[in-house]
């Protein structure tokens, strides 16, 4: 497919030789007709995101961020950057539920800062500044460049006859370095964008905390795209028109996090962490609310209920968007907060 963002990649491989598999997917979706230059989450483009779900989503973030601002700012503002913002539902979500918060959005899309620019209770930037108390990243640390190796060879995109393709070349020190307690068998996906992000966090945060909610676990996941609701295998093939990304490899961000002096508390599922939060209370008294609207002869109301309702419940799917992964970074001397104690011990009882 021809696109802007292939162009650009041509020109830099015309340039340069072989580029790394993070500069080919920085341009793919951040450089001249990349993929993010505008928001493309909505049921009507290529995928939709837990806020996008429901809107009872940014109420529980709201809500596990009540404590960590008990712990920080307990009489004044809570100053939230939320990194990684897109069109800023989630950010509409939080500060319509949560009181008292000094709300700054970060995007590097200028789409993407257009639609922010247009909620006024936020300000918007294009990098992570202090002073901050809380970090968060939703859905953003799986879309941040990485490198490729395999075979003990660093992957590189290249311009072949009928489009992109891969070639090898020697590992260089940093990676050679990197990947030295790594090993693997498989390709492994060296996460050098989401490992310089939490470098930044460590300069920038003083004191506070950092919330990562994205897909992953102890190690990464394949590399693949995704357009139109549906999963894409050959990444190389339309770059701009397809998102990249692998599951987060969030073992290697803990152990990364506290090298750099950080708390990195136990990661947990998003099923858990919603039901600690009150997802069960909540359904119940949306099924009373319907209940009730069928008993005074609202029927649209309730079925309306009904179906938001269910939408709800994808959120806590453990097959869907409830296998999202929770990780929770502190900075010396702060508290867990009582939410993620109770969601390890609804995993080990």
């Known amino acids: 497919m021809q696109t802007a963002a292939a162009d650009a990649i041509r020109a830099r491989i015309r340039d340069h030789g072989p580029i790394g598999f993070d500069v080919f997917m920085d341009l793919a979706l951040y450089g001249p007709g990349g993929f993010y230059e505008r928001p493309p989450v909505g049921a009507d483009r290529d995928f939709v995101t837990s806020p996008h779900v429901h809107p009872v989503f940014g109420?529980?973030?709201?809500?596990?961020?009540?404590?960590?601002?008990?712990?920080?700012?307990?009489?004044?503002?809570?100053?939230?950057?939320?990194?990684?913002?897109?069109?800023?539902t989630l950010a509409r979500q939080i500060v319509e539920t949560m009181p008292a918060i000094a709300y700054s959005a970060?995007?590097?899309?200028?789409?993407?800062?257009?639609?922010?620019?247009?909620?006024?209770?936020?300000?918007?930037?294009?990098?992570?500044?202090?002073?901050?108390?809380?970090?968060?990243?939703?859905?953003?640390?799986?879309?941040?460049?990485?490198?490729?190796?395999?075979?003990?060879?660093?992957?590189?995109?290249?311009?072949?006859?009928?489009?992109?393709?891969?070639?090898?070349?020697?590992?260089?020190?940093?990676?050679?370095?990197?990947?030295?307690?790594?090993?693997?068998?498989?390709?492994?996906?060296?996460?050098?964008?989401?490992?310089?992000?939490?470098?930044?966090?460590?300069?920038?945060?003083?004191?506070?905390?950092?919330?990562?909610?994205?897909?992953?676990?102890?190690?990464?996941?394949?590399?693949?795209?995704?357009?139109?609701?549906?999963p894409i295998e050959d990444v190389?093939?339309?770059?701009?028109?397809?998102?990249?990304?692998?599951?987060?490899?969030f073992g290697w961000l803990s152990q990364h996090a506290r090298a750099r002096g950080l708390q990195a508390f136990p990661l947990v599922d998003q099923y858990d962490v919603l039901l600690a939060l009150g997802f069960e209370s909540w359904l119940r008294h949306e099924r009373a609310t319907q209940q009730e609207q069928l008993a005074r002869g609202a029927g649209i109301d309730a079925v309306r209920t009904w179906s938001m309702r269910s939408r709800a419940t994808m959120l806590v799917d453990p097959g869907g968007l409830g296998r999202m992964r929770w990780l929770l970074l502190a900075t010396d001397g702060l508290p867990r907060p009582a939410w993620l104690a109770e969601t390890a011990d609804r995993r080990t009882d």
Do not use: C, K, M
């Not at 939703?138 to 660093?154: G, K, Q, Y």
């Not at 190389?236 to 490899?249: E, I, K, R």
């Open 236 to 249: 190389l093939a339309s770059p701009g028109a397809v998102d990249v990304t692998a599951g987060v490899d």
């Open 59 to 88: 109420a529980f973030v709201a809500r596990a961020l009540e404590p960590l601002r008990a712990a920080l700012a307990p009489d004044g503002d809570l100053r939230l950057t939320e990194v990684g913002a897109g069109d800023g």
């Open 106 to 230: 970060v995007e590097v899309s200028a789409g993407a800062r257009a639609a922010l620019h247009a909620i006024d209770e936020i300000e918007v930037a294009g990098e992570l500044r202090p002073p901050v108390d809380v970090v968060l990243a939703h859905e953003l640390l799986d879309n941040l460049p990485f490198r490729l190796v395999r075979d003990n060879a660093e992957v590189t995109v290249d311009v072949g006859a009928a489009g992109f393709v891969e070639r090898s070349r020697p590992l260089d020190d940093e990676l050679r370095e990197l990947i030295t307690a790594r090993r693997t068998d498989d390709d492994l996906v060296v996460p050098t964008g989401a490992l310089a992000f939490i470098d930044r966090i460590a300069t920038v945060l003083e004191r506070g905390y950092v919330l990562l909610i994205d897909y992953g676990g102890d190690a990464s996941g394949p590399v693949h795209g995704y357009a139109r609701h549906q």
